[in-house]
Every structure is written in structure tokens, then in C-alpha cells.
């Protein structure tokens, strides 16, 4: 039987109210993140021996865990979903706090996310590198289950994911899947990745790429004949090759130009804005495909200019700006203005695009 915390929990979440994330903090109110910011959800206090007893459920060792000021991160299966969940303390240590994100079943469909169906084309080329970029609450997980969802249903391939913590469950369809979790299938991404070489993939997915080491296996795996799929925070496509690069000492830093230049197959980088109805998000996503121009930009610094003047472009058919997206969206009326000049990354040439559309700029 829940407790009334946790039902309380499950009602919000069962709610229907589009939100995304759920924060509890003890002696505050359940506050969730709406599409257009946080909102308190139920005024009701979170006492701290409600907090603890739900987390004695959870996890008996959570007071250990804590200690040192660290984090606890888990993903939860519950009857009719799936949370993911991190548990933290404030104020010197005297204060609880959960922050919740709930998922769904199983992944989305690439219809579904909004992404251009074309992308399935990027999946089509069997090996290479695929990057997944944005910032936090971009949608990044959702389209990583979503590119995997697609593989499973199509290919009789093995899927080898590197997670922390394992979000979506993937079950087996025409694929096999192996599905691995940091600290408990694996020391760290870098040792996940490593072992999964030695593991028969065809596929391989990682959860975040965050140093040299990491960056540089998934290159060589990439270029050794599988499909890597994997994360990166950046601001822009451009961005995620200029970190990717930025890994690198200096005297490694052209071999693995080269490498990426010629393993890339395409990046996607993506924000989720409120609708323009308030009901729930809608997600913009600019696409940089790989191409003989792009290879070169990539391997020589001094013509990093021919990446944006190839998403200005979009003369391959399937690279396009964000700005592109965000222009979509306005005169699809899936998105105001006011909301897509504050996600552009180049606003003056979005609010031109505007004025010449005739959108509204409210």
C-alpha cells in the first residue's frame, strides 16, 4: 500500500498536467515544471519522516549514500511507469530533496518526437558516429531511446547501451540489447565502453560523452564499423564538434580531426519549448548531416565557417538551421515567437526571417 506521499506523488504524475519534471523538498510543497516554469503542484509541507520513509523503501542504505555530499541516482519501475529520481541534501546537509522525471513505458517513436524523418536515413548508414546534443531537459534521452527504438524494429542487431542510470528499458524486438548501468554493469563510461568492444556489438549507445578518454574510444569505435550513438552538451551543432575537438591535446588534436571527419555521420542538437497552446512542449532540432564539404570544415580549423554556411544552406536536403526549426514552428503556430527568439542562438537573423514571414512577435 503507498504511503500518502507517494500517492500523493502517483496522483500528480497520473494527472494529465503536462509537466516533466517533480521536486520535493521537506517542509515545502510538491512543485512541478510546467512549460513555462516551475509551479507549485500541491501546497502541502513534505515532512522529513515522510521523505525518509519513502526513501527506506526505495533504498535502505540512502543515509549511507548521502553522506559527503553525494547524490543518489535511480530509476524506479512502478506499475504503470518508470521514474527516474535523484536525491540530494541542501543547507549544509539538513535538508532532503528529491527531484523526479517520469517516462514513459517505452520510447517514442522518431515520428512522435518531432524530429524530421529523414533522420532515419542517419541510422540507415550502418556505422559512423551519430551525436545527440543540448542543453539539460532538451529532450536528449528521449531521442537516444527513440533512435534505438527504430534500430531495434528494424535490424537484427546487438545493442549495447552505457547509462547512468538506464532511463527507458529497451525489450528486445528484432535486436538484442544489452543495456548497462554506471556503477553497477560498470565502473564508468570509459570502462563500459571499453568492455563493450570485446562484446559482439553492432550498436553502440552512450549515455553522456564528458572527457578525452571517453571521446576518444567512442572515435575508434566508430571508426573500427559500428553505429555509436551518443550525447553531448553543446549550444549549437557547430558547438558539439568544437567541444568534441577541444578534448583533445593539441598533439593529438588533427588525427582526431581526421578521424571524426571521416566517422561523423551526422549531429543533432535540440531544445524543447512550451506550445504555443501552454498544454505541453514541442521539440526544435537543427540537423548537420556529414558530407564531403562538412568532412573538410572538420579536419582543417580555418574553415570552420563552412558549417554554418551548410546549415544555411541545407543544400543536402537534410542539414538545416535551427532557425529553420524555429521558423517551422511559428508558422505552424506550434510555437510563439516570443518563445523561439529566446531559444535561436542567433537571434537577429531569426527576428529578419520573422519580419519577412510576417509572424507575429509576441
Known amino acids: 500500500m503507498l504511503s500518502p506521499l507517494a500517492a ?88 532532503l530533496n528529491l527531484a523526479l522525471r517520469a517516462l514513459p513505458p517505452q520510447p517514442m517513436s522518431l515520428k512522435d518526437t518531432g524530429l524530421p524523418l529523414y533522420v532515419k536515413e542517419m541510422l540507415e548508414r550502418g556505422k559512423g558516429l551519430i551525436l545527440v546534443t543540448g542543453a539539460t531537459r532538451s529532450g536528449k534521452t528521449t531521442t537516444l531511446a527513440a533512435l534505438l527504438r527504430q534500430i531495434n524494429e528494424t535490424r537484427a542487431d546487438h545493442i549495447v547501451t552505457i547509462e547512468d542510470p538506464i532511463e527507458y528499458v529497451l525489450r528486445p524486438e528484432r535486436a538484442m540489447i544489452s543495456q548497462k548501468e554506471v556503477g553497477k554493469d560498470t565502473e564508468s563510461f570509459l570502462m563500459g565502453l571499453k568492455d563493450a568492444l570485446r562484446q559482439s556489438p553492432d550498436v553502440i549507445m552512450i549515455g553522456e560523452v564528458r572527457d578525452q578518454e571517453t571521446a576518444q574510444v567512442m572515435l575508434q569505435a566508430a571508426e573500427s564499423g559500428h553505429l555509436v550513438l551518443a550525447t553531448l552538451h553543446a549550444t549549437s551543432a557547430a558547438g558539439a564538434i568544437s567541444k568534441l575537438t577541444a578534448f583533445f591535446r593539441p598533439e593529438e588534436a588533427e588525427q582526431r580531426r581526421y578521424t571524426l571527419a571521416n566517422t561523423l555521420i551526422g549531429v543533432i542538437y535540440q531544445v524543447l519549448l512550451p506550445k504555443a497552446a501552454f498544454d505541453g512542449f514541442v521539440l526544435a532540432a537543427e540537423i548537420l548531416a556529414n558530407n564531403a564539404q562538412l568532412a573538410k570544415a572538420i579536419g582543417d580549423p580555418s574553415r570552420a565557417s563552412l558549417i554554418g554556411e551548410q546549415l544555411r544552406r541545407g543544400e543536402d536536403k537534410m542539414s538545416r538551421s535551427l532557425n529553420d526549426a524555429l521558423l517551422d514552428l511559428v508558422g505552424a503556430r506550434k510555437l510563439t515567437a516570443s518563445d523561439a527568439q529566446r531559444a535561436s542562438y542567433d537571434v537577429l537573423d531569426l527576428r529578419q526571417r520573422l519580419d519577412h514571414a510576417g509572424g507575429p512577435l509576441r
Not at 60 to 78: K, Q
Not at 87 to 92: E, L, R
Open 8 to 95: 500523493r506523488i502517483m496522483d500528480l504524475m497520473h494527472s494529465g498536467a503536462p509537466f516533466t519534471d517533480m521536486h520535493l523538498r521537506e517542509g515545502l510543497g510538491i512543485r512541478v515544471l510546467t512549460p513555462r516554469a516551475w509551479a507549485l503542484a500541491d501546497e502541502r509541507p513534505a515532512a522529513r519522516a515522510e521523505l525518509e520513509g519513502l526513501l527506506d523503501g526505495i533504498e535502505p542504505c540512502w543515509r549511507e549514500l548521502l553522506r559527503g555530499g553525494r547524490a543518489i541516482a535511480r530509476a524506479l519501475d512502478l506499475p504503470t511507469l518508470r521514474l527516474r529520481m535523484n536525491v540530494f541534501t541542501t543547507d549544509g546537509g539538513r535538508h
